[in-house]
């Protein structure tokens, strides 16, 4: 299929979910952060969003600049699908804000003809306010239960493209972690967490996760195909 008409298949599919992004924060309310990402583009990838106080990202934000642990983004860094634009949806996992929050995620994947994944659409909703009036309620019935006390909020530091990718790659190593010492499963861990956290959309990603870990780039994308087939089983 030509690059004009797949382009053109993508701008109508972004255009199409633009409008959904308010509309399910209005109906679901501030708790539910929605997120449309165009994942060509890793650099500025939100093209949209509501509530975005959540994980404190805007319009333009980066991939990385998201919640931990996303199942949606290891999701659209899969090999292409052979079967043409068969979306998917990765339901009900947690991912966790750089202030230690727990979200419940789910996200949509789209893709184009050639069965490419261009877009996500994101729903992440901060618990922390229901978990407080639990631990509230929990309180007053058991009053010699310990008060929860919710973690306040705090917006993630602004951080460069450059710096994000390092602290991912080095979160993922773990600290004083080396490659020199790393066993083979420890390294395919690792590119799991670095695929979760959005890594391998962004350009030059692989390289750096291969030059980290000491091995090619062929075995990266090898340790992230093992990784697809242990969660198919």
Not at 63 to 92: C, I, M, W, Y
Not at 121 to 136: P, V, Y
């Amino acid at each position: 299929m030509k690059a004009v008409s797949l382009a053109a298949e993508r701008a109508a599919v972004i255009n199409a979910l633009r409008p959904v992004v308010p509309m399910l924060a209005a109906m679901a309310g501030p708790h539910l952060e929605v997120v449309l990402h165009d994942v060509s583009k890793p650099e500025n990838s939100v093209i949209a969003i509501a509530n975005g106080h959540i994980s404190g990202r805007s319009v333009g934000s980066s991939v990385l600049e998201g919640p931990q642990n996303d199942r949606g983004f290891a999701a659209a860094t899969r090999l292409k699908s052979k079967d043409g634009a068969v979306h998917s949806l990765v339901e009900d996992y947690v991912t966790v804000t750089a202030d230690g929050r727990e979200l419940r995620s789910a996200s949509a994947i789209f893709r184009d003809a050639s069965g490419e994944p261009f877009a996500t659409l994101c729903l992440n909703a901060d618990m922390s306010g229901f978990q407080a009036a639990h631990g509230w309620l929990s309180q007053m019935l058991k009053p010699m239960v310990a008060a929860v006390t919710p973690t306040p909020a705090v917006a993630p530091p602004e951080s460069q493209m450059d710096t994000l990718m390092q602290e991912i790659i080095s979160e993922a190593v773990g600290p004083g972690g080396s490659a020199e010492t790393m066993k083979r499963e420890e390294k395919i861990q690792a590119v799991g967490a670095m695929q979760r956290r959005g890594l391998f959309i962004v350009k030059g990603g692989v390289e750096r996760a291969a030059a980290a870990l000491q091995v090619s780039r062929f075995t990266v994308y090898n340790y992230m195909e093992q990784l697809r087939r242990r969660e198919e089983e």
